[in-house]
């Protein structure tokens, strides 16, 4: 009988948390659908767009970082370069395909061992 209502009490209080967690998500999300951010979303989203126009303003890239970073970055990217073998580590690279040969008298059939 004990184990029994242990049963009862622990559904009891999992129903209660599975509602809370429902309740919860449910609000969150609808807040989101229409529009509506918390003051800390808020003030989150208003610090990205910022930073944001102030890349951009700088040409793109990190905000108010010094030559140190820059030269961190030559020489990372140099490393990188010499390491894999590459040209050009900024340029993406190009892909030549050939085109197979299918012509019948060059495919050996499998009965010919």
């Known amino acids: ?3 029994s209502s242990g049963v ?4 009891g209080v999992l129903k209660s948390f599975s509602s809370r967690q429902i ?3 449910n609000f969150g999300a609808s807040s989101i ?3 509506k951010l918390d003051p800390v979303q808020q003030i989150f989203v208003d610090q990205i767009k910022k ?3 102030l890349s951009a ?13 820059k030269q961190s970055k030559d020489d990372a990217i ?11 580590p900024l340029k993406f690279p190009e892909f030549n ?3 197979p040969d299918l012509e019948q008298q060059n495919i050996s059939s499998l009965g010919d061992n």
Do not use: T
């Open 78 to 88: 140099d490393r990188l370069s010499k390491m894999y073998n590459v040209g050009d």
């Open 51 to 53: 930073y944001k126009d």
């Open 23 to 25: 309740y919860s998500r």
């Open 8 to 11: 009862k009490l622990f559904s």
């Open 33 to 35: 659908a229409l529009g």
């Open 97 to 99: 395909f050939a085109e």
């Open 1 to 3: 009988m004990a184990s």
């Open 57 to 69: 303003k700088q040409g793109g890239g990190p905000v108010e970082v010094g030559p140190d970073y």
